[in-house]
């Protein structure tokens, strides 16, 4: 984790999964930061539940879109892995 980064290589901040398809967690504080604000966010929508459950669901799709878009543009390419190569 503590890998050398040359200036010229981009920091990936969602390395992919070891086995299937998609994310792995982050390895580094601002994926972190990403996640803690998709959590909270979809927290403080919590209150749209009282008005009306389908603008709840609306909230919590907009904001997964956005986090699927970060985890593409700041992660590895995903695609299917079965561990080794």
Sequence with gaps: ???EIRPDEKRLWF???KYGWGW???NCWQGWLV???YVLLVAAGSPLLAVNAGLYIV???ILS???IIVCYLK???PGWRWGGK
């Design 15 to 17: 390395p992919a999964k």
């Design 35 to 37: 996640i803690l604000a």
């Design 24 to 26: 792995g967690p982050p």
């Design 59 to 61: 909230h919590v799709i």
């Design 75 to 77: 992660g590895e390419k």
């Design 1 to 3: 984790m503590n890998e």
């Design 65 to 67: 879109i956005i986090l």
